[in-house]
């Protein structure tokens, strides 16, 4: 390994690869996020079939509770069965057979991802990630010497970054 003679020279070293290890989770983190902003539509989407034996005798609560299903709502009752939109629950049986729109496995695993909580696995993957991105920040302004004109180009390009991502943020 070269001798790492001043801290630009080792910012420049550790930008370069660890920007070329990260390259691949980058490219995972930045198509599952452009899959979170259409989770609200059925964008890519399969329809899957369900059925599953509840506890019998479920409220509408409850049972929304137990199928995970946003925005659920029974539309009619029959005796003991309850219609809804995606499907129907029978509260003497407890069967329950319904319908849902579910990006395919690979796809949705990406997007588990970015939706990652502290008591997940991948959360170390995430937090790894984020100090990642930190330190290509920070590291990016010992790319170029500050008296150069690329340098304080980049400053101003920094500044109305940073400027535009908090005006979107309050918008």
Known sequence: MDKIKD???FMRIVHRYLGYFMAGIMAIYAVSGILLIYRDTDFLKQEKQFEKTLAKDLDEKALGK?????NFEVTKKEGAVSYF??????????EAKYSKMEL????????KLHKAKSADTLSPLNA??????????????????????????????????????????LI
Do not use: H, Q
């Not at 137990?66 to 946003?70: P, S």
């Not at 180009?153 to 500044?159: C, L, M, N, R, S």
């Open 7 to 9: 801290t630009r020279s």
């Open 66 to 70: 137990e199928l995970k299903l946003k």
């Open 85 to 94: 939109k995606e499907g129907t629950y029978d509260a003497t049986t407890g």
């Open 104 to 111: 395919p496995l690979v796809l949705d695993k990406m997007a």
């Open 128 to 169: 790894f990630f984020g100090l990642c991105l930190f330190f290509f920040v920070i590291s990016s302004f010992w790319m170029f010497n500050p008296k150069t004109k690329a340098f304080k180009k980049g400053v101003k390009f920094a500044v109305a970054g940073l400027v535009a991502a908090i005006i979107l943020m």
